[in-house]
C-alpha cells in the first residue's frame, strides 16, 4: 500500500468491504479528500480477512474508520488520531464498550441520534449529522395512483410487507430482486405475483446505476428493504427523486420519517396502510428532503474542522477494568463474527426455504 505525499496531512480510511460494491460511503470521502491525502483499506474481516496491522495505520497522521472498527487491545497501540463512524445497524454495544471507548482518545461522527446520545452519556467527542441526498424530484413519477416498488434484500420479504397492501389498489409493483450477503433469492408464489400485479426484476437486468433510477422513478411507494438502517441511502435516495417511503418503525429509518406526516411507518402486516393522503404526505415529505438537504450542506462543512481540531480527549477509567474488558472483546469479537456469518448464511437459506 502505498502513502500519497505532499501537502496534506495523510489519513488511512477504514472501511467495510461491503461498501467498496455500494459505493454508500464515497460522500464522505470526498469531503475528506478536499484537505487530506486520503487511503483506502477495505476490511474484510467480517468474511475472514485480515485486520490491517497497526505498524501500517501509524504512519499515517489520521485514520478514520467507518462501520469496521479495531478491537481496543489495538486501538490502545495506534497513534495515529482516531476518528470513527459507527452506523446503527452494526453490531450491538453494550454500556461495557461505550465507557471502555470512553477512555481512548477518540472522536464520533453520528448518522443516528441514538448513537450521538451515547457518545454524549459517556463523554466522548461526536458530531451529530444527518445525511440528505440532493433533490431531483422527477417528474417521470406517477402523480396517481398507488404504485409500488420493493428492493428484496433479505431481512424484510414480500411476506413481511404484503399485509400493508390492499391488493385491489395495487396499479403496479416492481419488485426487485438483489439479496444482501448470505441471503438468497425469496421464492415467491404465483398467487402472490398475480394479486400483487408483482414486475420481478433481478439485479442481472440493472447493469447501471441509471437503469435502476429509470425503473424506480415507475413508482410512487418506495418500501424500505430493512428493517434496521446505519443511514439509510437507498431510502434517501427514494425520498430525493419525490417517493413517498414506508419503513420498519425502527432506527434511522423513523429518524427521518413521521408516520402519516413525510411517510408511512410499521411495527408488523396486520393492518392496512391508508393511502388516501398520500398527495400531502408526498408534499412533506419533498419539504423534508429540501430542507434537509439544505441542512447537511451546511453542516458537512464541520467535518474537516471537527477531525483537525486538536482536541482530542479521553476519559479516566479504572486500568484492570479496561485490560480484563479488552481481552474479553477481542474473543467476542472474533466468536461473535463466526456466529454472525455462520448465523446469517443459515437464516437466509430458512428465509427461502419457508417463503
Same mark, same amino acid.
Given at each position: ?6 501537502? #496534506? ?57 467507518? !462501520? ?20 446503527f445497524d452494526g453490531d450491538p454495544l453494550s454500556d #461495557? ?32 449529522? @444527518? ?36 391488493? !385491489? ?35 442481472? #437486468? ?83 428532503? !429540501? ?53 446469517? @448464511? ?10
Open positions: 500500500m502505498t502513502i500519497i505525499e505532499g501537502n #496534506k496531512l495523510k489519513l488511512l480510511w477504514v472501511d467495510h468491504s461491503y461498501h467498496k460494491k455500494t459505493l454508500s460511503t464515497n460522500f464522505l470521502k470526498e469531503i475528506l479528500e478536499k484537505i487530506f491525502s486520503v487511503n483506502i483499506f477495505w476490511d474484510d474481516y467480517w468474511r475472514g480477512g485480515e485486520s490491517l496491522p497497526v505498524q501500517e495505520i501509524n504512519k499515517y497522521d489520521y485514520v478514520f474508520f467507518f !462501520q469496521t472498527l479495531l478491537p481496543f487491545s489495538k486501538l490502545k497501540q495506534i497513534t495515529a488520531k482516531i476518528i470513527w463512524v459507527p452506523m #461495557k464498550f461505550w465507557y471502555c471507548l470512553s477512555s481512548l482518545p477518540i472522536k464520533i461522527i453520528s448518522f443516528s441520534e441514538y448513537l450521538h446520545k451515547k457518545c454524549l452519556q459517556y463523554n466522548i467527542q461526536s458530531l451529530p449529522l @444527518k445525511y440528505y441526498l440532493q433533490p431531483a424530484f422527477s417528474e417521470n413519477i406517477p402523480k396517481s395512483g398507488k404504485h409500488y416498488f420493493f428492493w428484496y434484500r433479505g431481512s424484510l420479504r414480500l411476506s413481511d410487507i404484503k399485509g400493508l397492501i390492499d391488493p !385491489q389498489n395495487v396499479d403496479s409493483f416492481v419488485y426487485r430482486s438483489a439479496p444482501d450477503p448470505y441471503f438468497k433469492e425469496e421464492v415467491l408464489s404465483q398467487e402472490d405475483i398475480q394479486n400483487y400485479k408483482l414486475q420481478i426484476i433481478r439485479d442481472v #437486468k440493472l447493469d447501471s446505476r441509471g437503469k435502476y433510477l429509470e425503473l424506480l422513478k415507475k413508482s410512487n411507494i418506495y418500501f424500505a428493504p430493512r428493517k434496521i438502517e446505519g443511514i439509510g441511502i437507498s431510502f434517501l435516495e427514494a425520498i430525493a427523486i419525490g417517493m413517498v417511503v414506508v419503513a420498519y418503525n425502527n432506527g434511522t429509518m423513523n429518524e427521518y420519517i413521521k408516520h402519516e406526516y413525510n411517510g408511512y411507518l410499521f411495527d408488523s402486516d396486520d393492518h392496512q396502510i391508508n393511502f388516501e393522503n398520500l398527495n400531502i404526505v408526498l408534499n412533506n415529505s419533498k419539504s423534508t428532503a !429540501q430542507k434537509g438537504w439544505e441542512k447537511w450542506e451546511n453542516d458537512k462543512i464541520t467535518i474537516n474542522d471537527f477531525i483537525l481540531e486538536d482536541n482530542y480527549k479521553c476519559m479516566p477509567i479504572n486500568n484492570v477494568y479496561f485490560s480484563l474488558y479488552s481481552a474479553i472483546q477481542k474473543s467476542e469479537i472474533y466468536l461473535r463474527k463466526t456466529a454472525k456469518r455462520n448465523i446469517a @448464511k443459515l437464516k437466509g437459506l430458512l428465509m427461502n426455504k419457508s417463503s
